[in-house]
C-alpha cells in the first residue's frame, strides 16, 4: 500500500494536466446525472469505473519514468472498460512517448470519439496531429478543448496551439495564444520562455528581457534560455549581465551548442 502511495504521489503535473478528471469520466460531483448523459467535462456519465486505478497508476509510472509499467497500466485500464477514454488518452500518451506515433493516434482519436467534448482528449489528439505536422488538422481540437468552460488548464492547450501556430509560420497567431495562456496561468513556464523569443525575433529586447526573468522565477534555464539571455542582454548594451549569462551556460552547459556560440561574440 505504500508503495502504490508513493507511486501516485510522484504524478508530474503535465500528466494532470492531461489526464487530471478522466478517471471519473465526467461524473458529477455529488454523482447525479444533472438531468442528461453527460458530465461536467462533456464526457459520458457513468458510475466508478474499473479502469480508473490502472489509469491512475499508469500516469504516475510515465511521471516516474517507468514507461514499461505505464503501457502495461494503460493496457490494463483498455481491457478494464474498453468504454473508458481517459484509458484510451493514457494509451496514446505512452505510445507517443515510445515514439509509437500510429497507435498513439488511433488511441487519442477512440479517446475523442468515446468523449467528443473532452477537453483533456482533444488537447491530446491535437498535439498528436501538430507532431505529425497536420497543423491545419490539429488546431480545431485545440479550440475545441477551449470552449470548455470547465477546462481546468486552458493553458496547456493555448500552449499548445500557439506552438503549433508557430511551427505552421503563422508568429502572429502562436503570439495571441501565447499569451491567452499566460493570461489564464502567467506563471506557465513554457509559454514564458516562447514568448521571450518571439519578442527577440521582433527586436522588443526589453520584453524579451521580461520574459526570461518571468521564466527564470519559475523554471531552472536551460541551455537555449541562457543563451538568448546572452544576445538579449547584449543587444541592450548591458555587459554585466550578459556576462552573468554567459558564466551561467558555460557552468552548466559547457558542452552545448549554445556554449560554443558564445566564441562568436568575442
Not at 19 to 38: I, K
Not at 45 to 72: F, H, N, Q, T
Not at 155 to 183: I, M, T
Request: include cysteine.
Amino acid at each position: 500500500m505504500r508503495r502504490v502511495a508513493a507511486i501516485r504521489g510522484a504524478a508530474a503535473l503535465t500528466l494532470l494536466f492531461l489526464l487530471a478528471g478522466c478517471q471519473t469520466q465526467g461524473m458529477r460531483p455529488d454523482g447525479g446525472s444533472g438531468g442528461d448523459n453527460t458530465g461536467d467535462l462533456g464526457t459520458p456519465l457513468m458510475r466508478p469505473s474499473p479502469a480508473d486505478v490502472y489509469v491512475e497508476l499508469g500516469g504516475a509510472y510515465l511521471a516516474e519514468g517507468k514507461i514499461s509499467e505505464a503501457l502495461k497500466n494503460a493496457r490494463k485500464a483498455v481491457l478494464a472498460d474498453p468504454r473508458h477514454a481517459g484509458a484510451y488518452t493514457l494509451l496514446g500518451v505512452v505510445h507517443q512517448r515510445l515514439g509509437q506515433m500510429e497507435p498513439a493516434g488511433k488511441a487519442f482519436k477512440k479517446a475523442v470519439t468515446l468523449a467528443p467534448h473532452d477537453p483533456f482528449a482533444l488537447n491530446a489528439l491535437g498535439s498528436w496531429l501538430c507532431a505529425q505536422k497536420r497543423y491545419d488538422e490539429a488546431d480545431p481540437y485545440f479550440r475545441r478543448a477551449l470552449k470548455n468552460p470547465l477546462y481546468p488548464t486552458p493553458w496547456v492547450a493555448s500552449y499548445n496551439a500557439g506552438s503549433c501556430a508557430e511551427k505552421r509560420g503563422d508568429v502572429v497567431q502562436a503570439e495571441k495564444d501565447y499569451r491567452a495562456s499566460l493570461s489564464a496561468n502567467p506563471r506557465f513556464a513554457p509559454a514564458l520562455l516562447r514568448m521571450a523569443f518571439i519578442t527577440f525575433e521582433q527586436e522588443r529586447f526589453l520584453s524579451s528581457r521580461a520574459y526570461l526573468q518571468r521564466y527564470a522565477a519559475v523554471a531552472p534555464h536551460t541551455a537555449d534560455s541562457l543563451w538568448l539571455g546572452v544576445r538579449t542582454e547584449k543587444r541592450l548594451g548591458d555587459k554585466e549581465q550578459m556576462a552573468s549569462y554567459a558564466m551561467k551556460l558555460r557552468a552548466r552547459f559547457p558542452d552545448s551548442e549554445q556554449a560554443r556560440f558564445l566564441e562568436t561574440l568575442q
